[in-house]
């Protein structure tokens, strides 16, 4: 039982990191996003508007992405904990 909370711990710690991960993708990629919101502001052809609106629904789409993610990977780690909660009282009441 043990080396099952063992590897529930790693398989935590493991969501943890993506879940920074996705964060600093959400960021990062917003920061940019707002650039490229601004350059279409002060574009001065019709064929550079597109190129920028192109490059704003790439950074909306990876920034959802991201963020479906991260939901994901919370509600993951919920369950994961409660399995977990169960397993440590059950060590405890067999100790």
């Known amino acids: 039982m043990e080396k099952n909370i063992e590897g529930i711990d790693k398989v935590i710690e493991g969501i943890e990191d993506r879940s920074a991960v996705e964060n600093r993708t ?7 996003l707002e650039i490229l919101r601004s350059n279409f502001r002060k574009a001065n052809s019709d064929g550079m508007r ?3 609106q192109r490059e704003i629904r790439l950074k909306e789409a990876v920034i959802e992405k991201s963020k479906n993610n991260r939901e994901n990977q919370d509600k993951i780690l919920e369950e994961l904990q409660v399995k977990k909660d169960s397993l440590v009282e059950i060590l405890h009441k067999e100790q």
Request: aromatic share 0%; charged share 40%; net charge negative.
């Open 26 to 32: 959400i960021s990062q990629e917003s920061e940019s």
């Open 50 to 52: 597109e190129k920028v």
